[in-house]
């Protein structure tokens, strides 16, 4: 049996991370985990639940009424992420959640919830996950890491086109303010800033289609698991 292995894949946002960790999941037959979806059903919940998550106290109460996990939709052929059993995929992509997302991530205690929840889920091996602290704090010990990067006019128009097929209204202007903003919050905070691993091979894909970049990443895995032996 061929060995399975942990990639995991960091990037700013909108630069295609969850599109390569899923087509990867799909050709290798790994698990896909979406974590920037967790963070989302987090920040959904919060504000559904008139949640101040600057407030500690409320905060971390609010944490143990929260269960997410994912599933596989047949018809669409994508996974979907449910929030304490109802599937808020549509919810959770609205600019209303990416405008608060950042914040929220940022928590130490959100944070430290998901991680430990990521890190079950990468017991078993033969797991992509993408993220912003995937390769730095949630599987340092990853045989392979990618750090995602693209142009930022390139990002912002190919986040306007996946809001507008997913029947979410935003100008490109908004897209571009929230990608600046997140940027800046991600790499600025604190807790698990967004960074580089020093050992994660750099992927940029500003001149790349899908196909493309899918081939370059699955001949890393190829040539990590010939590696491992």
Known sequence: MERKIIVAIDGHASCGKSTLARQLANK????????GAMYRAVTLYFLENGIDYRNKGQMISALKNINISFQYNEKTEMPETLLNGKVVEKEIRSMKISDEVSPVSAIKEVREFL??????MGNHKGLTMDGRDIGTVVFPGAELKIFLTSNESIRAERRFIELHKKGI???????????????YEDSHRITSPL???????EL?????????Q???????VREKIAELG
Not at 195 to 200: C, P
Not at 204 to 210: G, H, K, P
Not at 214 to 220: C, G, K, S, V
């Open 28 to 35: 290798l037959g790994y698990t896909y985990v979406d974590s």
């Open 115 to 120: 991680v430990a929840q990521q890190q079950q």
């Open 169 to 183: 209204d935003a100008t490109l202007e908004e897209v571009i303010h929230n990608l600046e903003s997140r940027d």
């Open 195 to 201: 960074y580089k691993a020093g050992d994660a091979i």
């Open 204 to 212: 940029d894909n500003t001149n790349l289609n899908e196909a493309q």
């Open 214 to 220: 899918l081939e370059f990443a699955l001949n890393l």
